[in-house]
């Protein structure tokens, strides 16, 4: 899939910060963007409730998540796959 097709997919890449819930992930994004005073470029950081159907990913695992229907009042996200376990598994 080009780089392209994916932006208008709206696919984003992010790492799981907790899988307590059941078929729930919590997915952050981390990103810089410039200060709009300043232009000094800070980070930031983007929290995403995720829909793992099949509860496949966990803590510390890289995933790619698209955007979808509303599942709940804050879930509005899908995983599509696992890009990289995390390491000691």
């Not at 078929?23 to 929290?47: D, E, L």
């Not at 496949?56 to 790619?64: A, F, I, K, L």
Request: proline residues 4%.
């Amino acid at each position: 899939m080009s780089k392209q097709a994916e932006q208008v997919k709206g696919i984003r890449q992010g790492v799981v910060e907790t899988d307590a819930r059941d078929k729930t992930r919590k997915v952050v994004i981390h990103f810089r963007a410039p200060h709009p005073k300043y232009g000094k470029y800070v980070s930031r950081r983007t929290v995403l409730h995720v829909h793992d159907e099949n509860n496949e990913s966990h803590t510390g695992d890289v995933v790619e998540v698209a955007p979808c229907r509303p599942m709940s009042k804050t879930k509005f996200w899908k995983l599509v796959r696992i890009v990289e376990k995390r390491s000691g598994e």
